[in-house]
């Protein structure tokens, strides 16, 4: 099995970050460059920006990754 580097999880999620700002418009492409697609990085922006649950923005964070993965 092939395990994608690092750098190339970073260079998958810089491609992910325009459908990310589309999903989540009130986080920065910034603070999506930051969090480098790690899901708990992403879940608590999402949770602190949208003043959500931590378990709805974990949902969400899981979802649009699972869509976006391919």
Do not use: C
Request: net charge negative; no cysteine; hydrophobic share 35%.
């Amino acid at each position: 099995m092939n395990i994608p580097s690092v750098d190339e999880l970073k260079g998958k999620w810089q491609q992910q970050v325009g459908a990310a700002k589309i999903a989540w418009g009130k986080l920065t492409e910034d603070e999506l460059l930051k969090s480098e697609g790690h899901d708990q990085k992403l879940a608590g922006l999402i949770q602190e920006r949208y003043a959500i649950t931590r378990d709805e923005a974990e949902r969400q964070v899981k979802e649009f990754l699972d869509k976006t993965k391919g």
